[in-house]
Antibody, heavy 120, light 107 residues
Framework: EVQVLESGGGLVQPGGSLRLSCAASGFTFAGYVMTWVRQAPGKGLEWVAAISGGGGGTYYADSVRGRFTISRDIPKNALYLQMNSLRAEDTAIYYC?????????????WGQGTLVTVSS | EIVLTQSPATLSLSPGERATLSCRASQSVSSYLAWYQQKRGQAPRLLIYDASNRATGIPARFSGSGSGTDFTLTISSLEPEDFAVYYCQQGSNWPNTFGQGTKLEIK
């Protein structure tokens, strides 16, 4: 069964850092684009960052570029999101999503999300 | 960055009725447009890809149309489980972006 499972969320102070992880299983990890999407409480979906199958291409939303870094460890079947200089507006549920085969943008398997709260 | 504008923000309909949701892009996205459904407390689910193709397991009452800047998601006859929030997403340019969502609620 294809699955992705996020972890690493929690409470962090403004200006702090946090690293999210996503464990993938049931598919050939290196063959698919992986994406992070977030959702602030009561708000809509916001695309955050994506990484190509081999890890050579990374893409970011304007709101996080320069502060967040997406990466993947193929032997470990793991996706990461390093978040630095966190702000209150980064408070959200962060979803990890697997790309659909042959597509750069379609997201066909989502985790249940991990909550990040930025507050003093 | 391409901006997607969905309308209406909220749509109130009854089971059995037809629902028409709109998504407009600030510039052409060709056919690189997807629709997702999100129910309360759940992760989103892919419904439609490349503007008009149903994802695996999606009922035939869901259909998508459009190209360029104007897209439509149609639910031909609403079932109780269809009341949810719907998002469009473009994949033409990086960064990919989502619309702000349309909430489909029971009238």
């Amino acid at each position: 069964e294809v699955q992705v499972l996020e972890s690493g969320g929690g409470l962090v102070q403004p200006g702090g850092s946090l690293r999210l992880s996503c464990a993938a299983s049931g598919f050939t990890f290196a063959g698919y684009v992986m994406t992070w999407v977030r959702q602030a409480p009561g708000k809509g979906l916001e695309w955050v960052a994506a990484i190509s199958g081999g890890g050579g291409g990374t893409y970011y939303a304007d709101s996080v570029r320069g502060r967040f870094t997406i990466s993947r460890d193929i032997p470990k079947n793991a996706l990461y999101l390093q978040m630095n200089s966190l702000r209150a507006e980064d408070t959200a549920i962060y979803y990890c999503a697997k790309g659909r085969g042959g597509s750069n943008y379609l997201l066909d398997c989502w985790g249940q999300g991990t909550l990040v709260t930025v507050s003093s | 960055e391409i901006v997607l504008t969905q309308s209406p923000a909220t749509l109130s309909l009854s089971p059995g009725e037809r629902a028409t949701l709109s998504c407009r892009a600030s510039q052409s996205v060709s056919s690189y447009l997807a629709w997702y459904q999100q129910k309360r407390g759940q992760a989103p689910r892919l419904l439609i890809y490349d503007a008009s193709n149903r994802a695996t397991g999606i009922p035939a009452r869901f259909s998508g149309s459009g190209s360029g800047t104007d897209f439509t998601l149609t639910i031909s006859s609403l079932e109780p489980e269809d009341f949810a929030v719907y998002y469009c997403q473009q994949g033409s340019n990086w960064p990919n972006t989502f619309g702000q969502g349309t909430k489909l609620e029971i009238k």
